[in-house]
């Protein structure tokens, strides 16, 4: 463990071998992101480097993408005049007569900005970076902003804390933060000498939980490159707490590029532990392609718990039978549904239709199709986040991205049907002792297979004739403008938006479920009409909802379907032939052919040989 705690100063102690390297959040290939004002104005851009390993380098100079600066229309100057790039310890204004201007306080020199082409410009005086980091940054002056010169700023997708600051002298009048708003980081490319020639550190980025025992647990982990050399391999030890450390080799298929900051994704093997608590987990690397070196120990928390929640996100997607685009939604969930049978939830509230049950909605919907994940992020029940349109199928994408989060609880749910009433029982099963009054319960009824005869049953179709090739948009491309359709996945019934007050205790003990029971009577399950939606139980689910109490995002959720039980696993409460034997491997994904392995075959695990 000794080893693990060796200082960090002793890494800059190798930049003696000195190298020159590119600090970017660019990585050198790929899309630039162009972002500006469409203003005639002048720009001041930055971004901080600001990095322990880099404490005693030298920045050398810059390279900055323009992507044009031709002349104005009327021929009298350039389009971009005044290039200067600057280094400051603070982004600063000054007044200069009526404006006020840039006002770094390290150097700045002019440069002649050359349109369509990356611009290198080394500095007079190299400038040694302290621990306090430096601003890097570049400015100029658009006389006419049309074409390319709209958008002057060359970025990279992706947001992260100061990788873009803006002023300009007619938009953004002070020093801010962009990152967040133009959903970009500064392209531009910082030249470095003086870093080791093999350097790499560790990254846990924050907690990771585990099952009490578990022999294949990993730790996921982002690995930096802070030299001058393409990383093939890495050697690394490991601890929990001030246990002894386990050393580890790793080889990389694709070198990490010589790039500072260049990452790759790895995951870290976690030895079993036994009891349950939070434990410190301790890495750090010591060799990088085969040569010793002292890297910054990197230390993240591992949580250990007896029990551990399944997060399955919510989809709630807003749609209705006059919606022309609405058919997309239909087709995501659907989707969805055969690849995670058992997992993904997806609720259907229909608008101004016969299915319609309420106008009083969960999420803040705009328009129609609409869709939420976990009533927190909005999204798209067919392209999840993908902008393409008409586009590929993404929803899972951005679902199985919701699923990773640490859920607070578990949740079950069983339902029976007697005398015309659904009573639904839930379980609630918190890791740890809790306050689990700062939770409540939601539920709701779905319907499958709902059809009418009436033309308001008909879906509206604008896809009819277009370029939509997912295969399962079909349908509804080879079809007419009005089309017949079954409706699956509709919300038929709900217990409210925000919860049931009360629902859960104060305190709830870890591993033990705590148990709420609910009725329905089917003569509550109408549209806003007053019209009954229960068209055939058969093909009616309950979901239980485990919300916060504040903010009303969903944490949890668990579907059933009308008549049986999620505890254990698959489990029908009907007769065994009422439903077909469908066969799912132990992730939930049905399957066609069983070959080796265990599977669930009409509710049941079996072993297949």
Known sequence: MKQLLTAVAALFSLSAMAQTTVFSHYTGSGELNMVGTQKTETYDVAMLVSDPALVGTKIEGVRIYIAENGTTTDGTTSK????????????????????????????????EAQGEQWNEVRFETPYEITADGVYVGYSFTIN?????????????????????????SRTYRKWSSYTNSYGSRLAMEVLISGVAEQAAAIDLGGATNVLTGDEAALFPATIRNNGATAISNIEYACSLNDGEAQKHTLTFPTPIPARFNAAASINIPIPPVAEKGSYNFNVQVTKVNGVDVVSPLSTGTLNVYKTMPKHRAVVEEYTGTWCGYCPRGMVGLKKMNQLYPEDFVGISYHNDDPMCITYSYPSSVQGFPDAWLDRVRQTDAFLGDGSAYPGPFGLDKVWLKRCEEFAPAS?????????????????????????????????????????????NWLQSNYYGGS????????????????????????????????????????????????????????????????ESLVQDTEKMRVVVLLLDAKTGVIVNAHKARLGESTRTGITSLKESGSRRADTYDLSGRRVKDATKGVYIIGGQKVLVK
């Open 411 to 455: 949740v079950d749910v069983e339902s029976t049907l007697a005398n015309g009433t659904i009573n639904i029982k839930s379980y609630v099963t918190f890791p740890v002792d809790a306050d689990a009054s700062g939770y409540k319960l939601a539920y709701a009824v779905l319907h499958d297979g709902m059809t009418g005869k009436s033309a």
């Open 144 to 168: 006419e902003s049309t074409g390319k010169s709209a958008r002057p700023v060359a970025t990279v997708r992706g947001v992260l804390e100061n990788s873009l600051f803006l002023h300009t």
């Open 80 to 111: 971009m005049t005044d290039a200067s790039v600057f280094l400051t310890s603070s982004l600063e204004l000054k007044v200069s007569g009526t404006t006020k201007v840039n006002d770094p306080n390290i150097l700045s020199q002019p440069f």
């Open 467 to 530: 370029a939509f090739d997912d295969p399962d948009m079909q349908p509804f491309v080879n079809g007419g403008s009005s089309m017949a359709v079954t409706f699956d996945d509709v919300i038929v019934f709900t217990s409210g938006n925000k919860g049931i007050e009360g629902s859960l205790p104060a305190q709830a003990v870890a591993d033990v479920p705590v148990e709420h029971t609910y009725s329905i009577p089917l003569t509550k399950v109408v549209n806003v009409s007053g």
